[in-house]
């Protein structure tokens, strides 16, 4: 059962059981049992409160009710890359940004020169891409290594989603209840207050935006946007290291006393150190797609295709408009804009990502079933072009997803596209020459660092590498290299010479654990303290200081990151593979146990 779930928390397992959810829909639509699948959704359900209460039908609670938890999802991931994520280095996001507005204008405009006569309402059936149905089906179609591919894709639909929402609060709202839309303002203004004042608590911010859901529902906006936006105003920020020791230590105090009252201060602290945004980000994702998404497709996807509503379907413009404009305006339109966006300077290609791969997820943004399901309720009251826009979105959804598997092959067998990230494999491989090694030479497991002196998640700050140790004794190296971020990290690149004026001198880890000990206070003066304090020799250490051939070590460990994909401090690899997760001790002692175990039984199983 626990496997199960862990599958389905998978961007594959979620894309295939959204694909199973729909064909249940489908056939359940279509079987003697019809009925029960058209009166569920008709049922009525109302919550009262004395005279006040909400009286709606099934169906309607579940799009204007649990769709609100996916679009809040949505809003706290776009304030997440705003914050700290791929949107906040504003040139690096410009490229996706480019292509997300034209991979929403371009299929507009194939719906209305399609189906513009018949149901021009229904353009905003194009506009949108399924986040969830996308990443899912590039980890089963897409090359085996896309995470750089998975970031654009992200950031793309992130941009996509943000305008697909606002076009439905701006172009699909009914009459205006002003009275109602002023205590959404009124609640907007209180979301953003409390995280103004840095509220860590999640309780006041999911308080407030009941009472939004609540206001915007009577406002007769759809509650969609209020989701977004209430996302949106949700704070996100890095996590900070003196949190991260403040929740350590009152962790101690708990292994010490393991009392309620200490144990409820330990869950405090744990909590104060993450954004509150972010852990509202990891209690929700789950349920949001493997609960809200699939009952939602469960409501929307049961076309009742018996009789003439597929013929009809298959004659009808909107059916092709919404497949064109899914299909082909999603594929043309992100792939112009983002050729667009590099000719005008405004960007360039993601590392490791080649245009065939760029093609491939343009063409895969044509999958659009959530919000375009969302909007074809929305647009349409005839349930005739309600059948032939949700026939065509179920259509382009199988097309996106073939024109995608198609594109994807074409560009490994054709142009060698085999990969959309950055490289993997350690370069040059661990060396004595090149690197500082902690441990036996010929050690089975082989971890290897890189590490800023100023980044305060380092191994060295954190006992990763004592914990590693520990654990497998003289079977496991540890080897340190260089990668100072200088941008954000003005001492380290100094530093990094410092270490390596003490490695002359064969005290480059007694220095490497001083350096991080008193990374707070990094300076000249600092230095010449600590090469004091281990017992170098100071004239031979400030002549080795002196020395340019130190900036040239440290300049190819910084090299050797490049080259081998690390772009930030630590990145660790393992057995000359680079870790992509969690970097805890545990985690890594579990994939390097995996590996023993697997270089272990390898013989075997070739003997069998």
Known sequence: MFDLMRRLRSEPGSALLLVAVTLVALVWANSPWSHAYEELWHLPLSVRLGEAGIDMSLHHWVNDGLMVIFFFVVGLEVRQELAVGSLRDRRRALLPVVAGILGVALPAAIYLAIAGREAAAGWGVVVGTDTAFLLGALALVGPRMSNQLRVFLLTLTVVDDFLAVSIIGVFYTNDLNVMALGVAVVALVVLWLLGRSRQWRSSPYVAVVVVLWLATLESGIHPSIAGMVAGLLVPA??????????????????WQSPEADVARSVSRGLARSISVNERLHVSLRGPSSLVVVPIFALANAGVDLRGDTLSTAMTSSVTWGVVAGLVLGKLVGISLGTWLAIRMGLGRMPEGVGPGSIMGGAALSGIGFTVSLLVIGLAFTDPTLVDSATVGVLIAMAGAWLLGWLIFRVARDRFGEVSADLPVTLTPPVHPELDHIYGPVDAECTVVEYYDY???????????GRDLVDHFGDRVRFVARHLPVTDRHPHALRAAWVAEAAARQDMFWQMHQALFAHQHELGEETYRRLADD???????FEEDLADESLAERVQLHAQSAFESGARGTPTFFLNGSRHIGPHDARTIIEHLERQLRDTEQAPARRRS
């Open 237 to 254: 920020y890095a996590t900070h290291r003196a949190r991260v020791e403040d929740a350590r230590t009152l962790f101690r105090d708990y």
């Open 534 to 540: 281990i017992g170098l020799d100071l004239e031979q």
């Open 454 to 464: 100023e980044c305060p998640f380092c191994s060295t700050t954190t006992g990763m």
